[in-house]
């Protein structure tokens, strides 16, 4: 198993130009998630999906959509890029769905290191 | 807004000595997970605990929640180079439906 993947591993971007992040899992995992992890912040949601076919807001959405393409694929897009969207993005996945406890243990991809200039 | 936060954000030893890192957090929660991040890499879960669990083992790893004072602790025995890494905890909230991460702390441990 690969778990989750992630790509590309590092982009970058001009201000204004757009982007698709990918993230796929081979965990059969009901939920997914974005992350966005920058320097002395943590990790914070960007968005959520707890099972195919939903999406849900998460505490940074601003700037961002998301596709739950299938079970196993969550895109994240950025339509405009700006500089305060350098950071790193995480996907993570894990078996919670709509009936379980999104709070179980999550399964985080490599990242990708976006640049924006 | 960050519900759990580290204590120290960083921290320095020796080969062979145990490491103690603290978590404080604001609300009622369901579990409480422990996450190391090497540099350059994504999280990977080490432990998890439950609110009515107060004392964790895992190899060289123990936790404990306090949930009277809302913090843990996570202890690394006989620390070793390898275990150099950045150290999160993240909460699940009784009132949420997802993980909420602290900022973390940086462990370093001199060979």
């Known amino acids: 198993n690969a778990g989750v993947t992630q790509t590309p591993k590092f982009q970058v971007l001009k201000t204004g130009q757009s982007m698709t992040l990918q993230c796929a899992q081979d965990?059969?995992?009901?939920?997914m998630y974005w992350y966005r992890q920058d320097p002395g912040m943590g990790l914070r949601l960007i968005y959520y999906s707890a099972s195919e076919g939903t999406t849900d807001k998460g505490e940074v959405p601003n700037g961002y959509n998301v596709s739950r393409l299938n079970k196993r694929e969550f895109s994240l897009r950025l339509e405009s890029a700006a500089p305060s969207q350098t950071s790193v993005y995480f996907c993570a996945s894990n078996r919670a769905g709509t009936s379980g406890r999104a709070g179980e243990t999550q399964y985080f991809g490599p990242g990708t290191r976006l640049l924006v200039l | 807004s960050q519900q759990g936060e580290e204590d120290p954000q960083a921290l320095s030893i020796q080969e062979g000595e145990n490491a103690t890192m603290n978590c404080s957090y604001k609300t009622s929660i369901n579990n409480l997970q422990w996450y190391r991040q090497n540099s350059g890499r994504g999280l990977v879960h080490l432990i998890l605990?439950?609110?009515?669990?107060r004392e964790k083992h895992s190899g060289r790893l123990r936790v404990t929640l306090d949930t009277s004072k809302k913090s843990s602790s996570l202890l690394i025995t006989a620390s070793r180079a390898a275990d150099t890494a950045s150290y999160f905890c993240?909460?699940?909230?009784?009132?949420?439906?997802?993980?909420?991460f602290g900022e973390g702390t940086q462990l370093t441990v001199n060979p």
């Open positions: 993240a909460t699940d909230e009784t009132s949420g439906s997802r993980l909420t």
């Open positions: 605990i439950r609110s009515n669990e």
């Open positions: 965990m059969n995992h009901n939920s």
